[in-house]
């Protein structure tokens, strides 16, 4: 199946996530695949600059504090981060696809919370924290342990630091009082699922916006994150009829399967 991909996403994007595959769960990994989602529409990307981006932040932060100060640590990087490049949701154009390029974000300084809680944690681990994202239904966050205690961290709303419970009523304030909680829901999110969300989330710009073949594209850097869900690849197949290339895609399946080896 996979052999007769790309057909709609830019083959530099879909070469770079496929490439990082076998390495999905450490931080280089993640910055190059979320580098690859962007790369769709910028295939002139190169992800050593948002590298070092990243870590030109991370040195200025640094530099404030002397010695191992956990507390110092975490509040010179809310002021950099929050405060002085004034990182924080677009509220204003939510559904732009940029809010999901995590190079964009860097730019402007918006996004979507996945893509703000993305920058937070590479920033915070490369500070020594521990770091993780948090996929609650509807809004994602950023977890972070400080001296042992774990907070949750609202990169969308300038940084804010909540407990469960606040983030409980976050939830209520989205689909209503009646929203089923857990503390399941604030369970580390693995670097595949964070992924997948984000291109959920283009996924669905993209498909209210009409634009098939890049919800095809989308759909293609999904199915490299989960190769054996049928239900993918028949989505694909969908979208392709719905563009006229569902023809050539089966031809070029037909073609990979007889393939020796």
Same mark, same amino acid.
């Given at each position: 199946?996979?052999?007769?991909?790309?057909?709609?996403?830019?083959?530099?994007?879909?070469?770079?996530?496929?490439?990082?595959?076998?390495?999905?769960?450490?931080?280089?990994?993640?910055?190059?695949?979320?580098?690859?989602?962007?790369?769709?529409?910028?295939?002139?990307?190169?992800?050593?600059?948002?590298?070092?981006?990243?870590?030109?932040?991370?040195?200025?932060?640094?530099?404030?504090?002397?010695?191992?100060?956990?507390?110092?640590?975490?509040?010179?990087?809310?002021?950099?981060?929050?405060?002085?490049?004034?990182?924080?949701?677009?509220?204003?154009?939510?559904?732009?696809?940029?809010?999901?390029?995590?190079?964009?974000?860097?730019?402007?300084? /918006?996004? &979507?919370?996945?893509?703000?809680?993305?920058?937070?944690?590479?920033? @915070?681990?490369? *500070?020594?924290? +521990?770091?993780? %994202?948090?996929?609650?239904?509807?809004?994602?966050?950023?977890?972070?342990?400080?001296?042992?205690?774990?907070?949750?961290?609202?990169?969308?709303?300038?940084?804010?630091?909540?407990?469960?419970?606040?983030?409980?009523?976050?939830?209520?304030?989205?689909?209503?009082?009646?929203?089923?909680?857990?503390?399941?829901?604030?369970?580390?999110?693995?670097?595949?699922?964070?992924?997948?969300?984000?291109?959920?989330?283009?996924?669905?710009?993209?498909?209210?916006?009409?634009?098939?073949?890049?919800?095809?594209?989308?759909?293609?850097?999904?199915?490299?994150?989960?190769?054996?869900?049928?239900?993918?690849?028949?989505?694909?197949? /969908?979208? &392709?009829?719905?563009?006229?290339?569902?023809?050539?895609?089966?031809? @070029?399946?037909? *073609?990979?399967? +007889?393939?020796? %080896?």
């Amino acid at each position: 199946m996979i052999a007769s991909l790309p057909m709609c996403c830019s083959p530099q994007a879909f070469e770079l996530l496929a490439s990082q595959i076998p390495t999905l769960n450490s931080p280089d990994a993640m910055l190059q695949c979320a580098c690859a989602v962007a790369m769709h529409e910028h295939p002139g990307l190169d992800p050593a600059s948002v590298d070092t981006t990243i870590q030109s932040f991370t040195d200025t932060i640094r530099s404030r504090v002397h010695g191992h100060q956990p507390q110092a640590l975490l509040a010179h990087m809310h002021e950099f981060l929050f405060e002085e490049q004034n990182f924080a949701g677009n509220t204003l154009d939510y559904y732009n696809p940029s809010n999901s390029y995590l190079p964009n974000v860097l730019q402007t300084k /918006l996004g &979507l919370p996945i893509t703000l809680s993305m920058v937070y944690r590479m920033i @915070a681990e490369r *500070l020594g924290f +521990r770091s993780w %994202g948090v996929g609650l239904p509807g809004h994602f966050m950023s977890g972070i342990e400080v001296e042992g205690k774990p907070l949750l961290v609202d990169a969308f709303a300038g940084g804010r630091i909540m407990t469960a419970s606040e983030a409980h009523d976050r939830m209520k304030e989205i689909f209503g009082a009646e929203i089923e909680w857990s503390d399941e829901l604030l369970k580390p999110a693995s670097n595949r699922h964070w992924l997948t969300r984000m291109l959920q989330n283009l996924l669905n710009i993209f498909g209210s916006a009409g634009q098939y073949t890049n919800v095809a594209a989308m759909l293609e850097m999904e199915i490299l994150l989960w190769p054996e869900q049928t239900r993918l690849q028949r989505d694909l197949a /969908l979208v &392709l009829a719905r563009i006229g290339l569902s023809t050539r895609f089966c031809l @070029a399946r037909t *073609l990979s399967r +007889r393939q020796p %080896g």
